[in-house]
T-cell receptor, first 113, second 113 residues
Framework: DAGITQSPRHKVTETGTPVTLRCHQTENHRYMYWYRQDPGHGLRLIHYSYGVKDTDKGEVSDGYSVSRSKTEDFLLTLESATSSQTSVYFC????????????FGPGTRLTVL | QKEVEQNSGPLSVPEGAIASLNCTYSDRGSQSFFWYRQYSGKSPELIMSIYSNGDKEDGRFTAQLNKASQYVSLLIRDSQPSDSATYLC?????????????FGKGTKLSVKP
């Protein structure tokens, strides 16, 4: 395992509230990713980071922001949660970008009421 | 829109049989291909990676790649009930500032004792 933890593992929140999910890795991997997984859509990339303070948008970035101030931590923020953001969120890490294996964290189940 | 297509299944095979999982991709420039296994309620884990045309074997698993046909497959020999899971095909996408993975929606495999 790549030593990836996510917190919280489960969260229920209300529409309009901000939510921050945390991903922490102990493998010193350069790349970190946030995905969401929904039935019928599979895994979709939200944002990714290729170094400290270096981030870029993925396929479904609207309504989300990220920050990476340390190699080991990658934060995903839902600025104003909506019901459409109810999903399972996975963090992943890798050493060499898209050509490299990605290692996934255990996931966070988020419910927005 | 770059896509990765998989038959959603479920694919049902008897124990001891060969399970064949297929994936097609739209980006002819893709160079790296991955198969992940995901048990229900768990995170994806890497099964196989393949980068060159032909076959790559690892234990009971064989990945096959045909770049001309834009086709990658995973064969599982001597299937076991413990192989019952959803199998995700992932392909490198070189859009954006860094290469990332695009995932198919997954094929659900059921191995019957």
């Amino acid at each position: 395992d790549a030593g990836i933890t996510q917190s919280p593992r489960h969260k229920v929140t209300e529409t309009g509230t901000p939510v921050t999910l945390r991903c922490h890795q102990t493998e010193n991997h350069r790349y970190m990713y946030w995905y969401r997984q929904d039935p019928g859509h599979g895994l979709r990339l939200i944002h990714y980071s290729y170094g400290v303070k270096d981030t870029d948008k993925g396929e479904v970035s609207d309504g989300y922001s990220v920050s990476r101030s340390k190699t080991e931590d990658f934060l995903l923020t839902l600025e104003s949660a909506t019901s459409s953001q109810t999903s399972v969120y996975f963090c992943a890490t890798g050493t060499s970008g898209g050509a490299d294996t990605q290692y996934f964290g255990p996931g966070t189940r988020l419910t927005v009421l | 829109q770059k896509e990765v297509e998989q038959n959603s299944g479920p694919l049902s095979v008897p124990e001891g049989a060969i399970a064949s999982l297929n994936c097609t991709y739209s980006d002819r420039g893709s160079q790296s291909f991955f198969w992940y296994r995901q048990y229900s309620g768990k995170s994806p884990e890497l099964i196989m990676s393949i980068y060159s045309n032909g076959d790559k074997e690892d234990g009971r698993f064989t990945a096959q790649l045909n770049k001309a046909s834009q086709y990658v497959s995973l064969l599982i020999r001597d299937s076991q009930p413990s192989d019952s899971a959803t199998y995700l095909c992932a392909v490198t996408n070189y859009g954006g500032s860094q290469g990332n993975l695009i995932f198919g929606k997954g094929t659900k495999l059921s191995v019957k004792p």
